[in-house]
Every structure is written in structure tokens, then in C-alpha cells.
């Protein structure tokens, strides 16, 4: 994989109709980071999100990928999506899914990198199984094992963990976050969580009510990686409340 990109949203902003979702946003991602992006529910993080993987335009503005527009680099196979929704094509197994990720960004076949992420997102054993066969943890493994298997210089995450029980949860953020930090990818993670951007990202955006603004930018200097006991530390504590004190002052509320 080559370097990591630069993400540059210059004034960017997304319409529909009479509908503004995103204000005209100046934001620059740095190359290697992991970014969440936080917000109130149908503020437009998604929105921001698709607007970088090029599956909206921006109605003004635009949004270039080092010197690139998102088209162009999602056509060199560098862009990788994972959504909520694992989205597996339920005739595929496990290994032909992922496998699919390469075909797509027109690479060649590679087996052994496909069973060694098998191995590695925790499904050692179901490569053969179809998605039906799998719980929902298995199916979001499956998915960002097929959105890393690329290894995309750019990877977007949009509420990756959201479909899952607690529990699988925090296998998921204990067990996933250590493969796409490795490849050096720069990352992009839309949730709702507070305490799950916390613990995976380098940098928070807060994003108010829409239409979506920048409303707080905090910098996460927490060592990696970042076990589950993380969350009961000061520090850890601290940024969470700095987090929820930004969310409630752009709706106009008060945190408790």
C-alpha cells in the first residue's frame, strides 16, 4: 500500500432539494488518522461520509483525496467502505465474499491473504459457511475483513458496530481497530457513541444538528491499543464529558 491520503473537504456542502443536510464544511483529515465523526442522529455524518466515498456529490464545493476526487480513487481499488448493514451476498460464502473485494478493485486473486484475514477477524473455520449461517458478529467481521483485504489507503466506517449486541460489541472494538491501524490506512468512523470514539480515534469531530457544522474538535492523546479497561481512566472519562458537553451545547441543552 502506498501512502495514506490527505482528505480535504473545501466547503463542501449537500443539498437535496430545499433540504440542506451539510452546511458548507471546510475539514481536513489527516493522512493515517483515524477521524470520528459524532453527531446527533440524521445530523448528516453519513452524509459527510458518502460525500468522501463519492456515492453523493456536493452541491457545492468539493472533496478531493490528496489531488484526487473520490471517483478516481475509488476506481484505483484505494477505497474501501464498511456500513452498518454488513450487506454479504447471501449466495457467497465467507471466503467468496471477501474474495470479491479484489475483484471488484480489479486485483489479482490472493487466497492466502483472504484465509489469513479469515483467521485474523476471528472466523477461523466458516470461510465455507454462507452468511445465513452466521450470527451478526460473524457477518461484521466478515464485512471489514472484505473491506480490508484491499488494503485501501482510505477506509470509511459508517456506524460498523451499531447492528450488534453489547457484548459482541466489545469483542468487535477490542479485536477489529488493531487490523485497519496496522495497515496504515487514513480512516474515517461515523457512530453515535461517544465512548466507542473515544476509544478508537485519534481525532473527534463533532457535527451539530442539521444542517451538519463543526461545532468541536478534539484530539484523542490516548496510547494504543486501548483495552476495555481504558474506559474507566481520567483521561478517558474526561474526553468523554469534553465530547457530551459539545453535543448538548449544539442542540441547546445541558448535559447532565
Do not use: Y
Not at 464545493?61 to 454488513?86: K, N, S
Amino acid at each position: 500500500m502506498t501512502e495514506p491520503p490527505i482528505v480535504h473537504l473545501a466547503e463542501a456542502s449537500r443539498s437535496f432539494g430545499d433540504l440542506e443536510v451539510l452546511a458548507p464544511t471546510d475539514l481536513i483529515f489527516t493522512a493515517g488518522q483515524t477521524t470520528a465523526l459524532v453527531g446527533p442522529s440524521g445530523c448528516g455524518k453519513s452524509t459527510l461520509l458518502r460525500l468522501v466515498a463519492g456515492l453523493e456529490h456536493p452541491s457545492s464545493g468539493r472533496v478531493v483525496i490528496d489531488d484526487a476526487p473520490p471517483a478516481v480513487v475509488a476506481g484505483r481499488g484505494e477505497l474501501a467502505v464498511a456500513f452498518q448493514d454488513p450487506s454479504l451476498l447471501p449466495w457467497r460464502t465467507v471466503r467468496s465474499n471477501i474474495a470479491l473485494a479484489l475483484q471488484l478493485a480489479r486485483r489479482p486473486a490472493d487466497p492466502d491473504a483472504v484465509d489469513r484475514l479469515i483467521a485474523l477477524v476471528g472466523l477461523h473455520g466458516f470461510g465455507d459457511s454462507r452468511p445465513a449461517e452466521l450470527s451478526g458478529g460473524m457477518r461484521q467481521r466478515a464485512a471489514i475483513a472484505r473491506a480490508l483485504v484491499t488494503r485501501p489507503r482510505l477506509l470509511l466506517l459508517d456506524e460498523p458496530f451499531g447492528a450488534v449486541d453489547e457484548l459482541t460489541r466489545q469483542d468487535l472494538l477490542a479485536d477489529l481497530p488493531p487490523l485497519w491501524r496496522e495497515g496504515g490506512a487514513t480512516t474515517l468512523l461515523v457512530t453515535h457513541s461517544i465512548v466507542e470514539a473515544v476509544r478508537l480515534a485519534d481525532r473527534i469531530v463533532v457535527l451539530s444538528p442539521r444542517p451538519a457544522r463543526v461545532v468541536h474538535d478534539v484530539i484523542v492523546d490516548l496510547p494504543h491499543p486501548r483495552a476495555g479497561q481504558i474506559v474507566r481512566t481520567p483521561a478517558f472519562e474526561a474526553l468523554v464529558d469534553e465530547v457530551t458537553l459539545a453535543l448538548a451545547r449544539s442542540r441547546g441543552t445541558t448535559a447532565a
